[in-house]
């Protein structure tokens, strides 16, 4: 049976897409926001200057080949972060218009997204907590490839927060063990571009 929790805003039963999800849809959250943040245009903002800063972070790593071990981890280390910031803001402030991306893609193509997305958001939270940048990467003669790594330590973790890490872990393993760095990332990336490039008008905060 499916996790369902309360939204926070008007108290509808809702399934959560991420572990941190504390809304039932991107209404509920922009209200929330406005009530209690202020400034309804911040999330559009943010997504914008996000979105430069990722596809620059995920260029970087394209071109990083050459570099030596502790160089190439700074730079997964930055675009692991820009593409889950711009990840996690589209799915929570645009919801449906990121279903709506992935519903027009095959089924095996959006699998692909969506691990590789969990699979880098595993990589998120694991840096700088149990793990080093350069012990996610490894060069081989196929280039930079990210590394095969045993299942993580969970023993602090609630059932629940088990289940999100463990999904997590295994879409790493899955979809990014093993295979070209810069390409995982520049694929995930691409779809988040093509999501917010997708955001009407009328979906922005405030309006």
Not at 150 to 176: F, I, K, M, N, V
Request: glycine share 4%; proline share 6%; hydrophobic share 40%.
């Amino acid at each position: 049976m499916a996790e369902t929790r309360l939204c926070g805003r008007c108290g509808t039963e809702f399934e959560p897409r991420r572990e941190h999800a504390r809304f039932c849809s991107a209404d509920c959250r922009i209200a929330w926001t406005k009530e209690h943040v202020g400034d309804p245009d911040v999330a559009h903002n943010a997504l914008g200057w996000s979105l430069s800063a990722m596809r620059e972070s995920a260029e970087r790593l394209a071109r990083a080949e050459p570099l030596e071990s502790a160089r190439m981890a700074v730079a997964v280390s930055e675009a692991v972060w820009w593409v889950t910031i711009v990840d996690a803001t589209l799915v929570r402030y645009y919801p449906d218009v990121y279903d709506d991306v992935l519903a027009g893609m095959s089924e095996e193509c959006a699998d692909q997204i969506e691990d590789i997305l969990a699979g880098l958001r595993y990589v998120r939270n694991q840096l700088g907590v149990r793990l080093d940048p350069a012990e996610f990467v490894q060069h081989d003669p196929a280039g930079w490839t990210w590394h095969s790594l045993p299942e993580p330590p969970c023993e602090s973790l609630s059932p629940r927060g088990l289940d999100w890490e463990l999904s997590r872990y295994r879409a790493y393993q899955a979809r990014l063990s093993d295979q070209a760095v810069a390409e995982t990332v520049t694929i995930a990336a691409d779809f988040l571009s093509r999501t917010a490039a997708t955001v009407p008008p009328s979906h922005l905060p405030g309006e």
